[in-house]
């Protein structure tokens, strides 16, 4: 693969997303206006892998990640490039590289509106839309449907009785992720009949706080899994981002004044990514656009 393009005047030079300064990261997230902090940046290189493009005096015109999830599947995300670079074909350039070294594993990923076409072309395939929902978080949060069950903190010690639950929601063993996530995190289950039927974590990034992953059964149980950490955020910045379009989840996050601020789509190539089990775990809440 070539490590290196001419575009125009210039030429770019991949170089380990690792071996450039985290501030010149930040520089290109609040480029193209994403939220992503020095702090998000570096919780990122630590859970996946990803080059940067790079002209002859070290600055940056683009970025693109991936993170593994064990040996046959993973997210691609953070697929940044200037306009300069992209109207000249960077980011194609950039996806080239990633895909590569992803090998043969199924992929997916969450595209935006301009980078659509070129995630089609690129051979993958459309399969949800999910929808980032973000606001101030009210004092009193709405009315909530019943609680079927029991809410607990979970120390980050014993995220080992999330882990099979997980798994199974986003299909595939994701424990290396949950452990990075939680270092920072609150998560809180839900448990009924001494079982653990849900689990969310709510970390602090970007603008205020994410919350998510959102593990649940039910729209009722993922309220009340969203709930336990919005109560705690009143008066401040929260965002959710769920393929969840309507229904009690979905009435309830706008309800919390989280209304609807962008959409992207979910892609795959390879295997289905999104494979909902009848009465099964579901990921209500993405842990992010990136990590899926």
């Known amino acids: ?11 770019l030079v991949a170089r380990d997303i690792n071996d450039v300064d985290v501030e010149l990261l930040h520089a290109l997230s609040i480029s193209v ?46 697929v940044i490039t200037t306009p300069r670079a992209q109207a000249q074909g960077g980011g194609r350039w950039l996806m080239e ?3 590569e070294q992803c090998g043969d594993r199924n992929l ?28 101030q978080v009210p004092q009193t ?43 920072d995190a609150s998560i809180a289950t839900l448990s009924r009949g001494g079982e653990v039927v849900g689990y969310s974590m709510c970390r602090e990034f970007g603008r205020g706080h994410v919350i998510g ?22 008066g401040r910045f929260a965002r959710v981002d769920t393929r969840e379009r309507d229904g ?7 309800q919390s004044s989280l209304g609807v601020a962008e959409t992207v789509t979910t892609m795959s190539k390879g295997r289905r990514f999104l494979n909902r089990e009848s009465n099964g775990p579901w990921v209500y809440g993405l842990a992010s656009h990136a990590l899926s």
């Open 1 to 11: 693969m070539q490590r290196s393009v001419r575009l125009k005047s210039f030429e």
């Open 33 to 78: 206006r994403w939220p992503h902090r020095p702090k998000d940046w570096d919780l990122l290189r630590r859970a996946g892998h990803g080059i940067v493009a790079v002209d002859g005096i070290g600055r940056v015109f683009g970025s693109a990640m991936w993170f593994p999830h064990g040996d046959n599947f993973a997210t691609i995300g953070l």
């Open 97 to 99: 590289q990633v895909l």
């Open 108 to 135: 997916a990923l969450n595209a935006t509106h301009p980078a659509y076409p070129l995630y089609i072309s690129l051979g993958f395939t459309s399969e949800a839309i999910d929808y980032m929902r973000q606001g």
């Open 141 to 183: 949060l709405p009315p909530m449907p019943a609680l079927d069950g029991e809410l607990n903190d979970l120390p980050s010690d014993r995220l080992g009785d999330i882990t099979a639950l997980d798994a199974r929601a986003f299909g595939t063993n994701r424990a290396r992720l949950l452990a990075l996530l939680s270092d």
């Open 213 to 234: 992953p959102i593990v649940a059964r039910s729209d009722q149980d993922a309220v009340h899994l969203t709930a336990v950490h919005l109560k705690k955020l009143a």
């Open 248 to 254: 009690v989840f979905a009435e309830f996050l706008q």
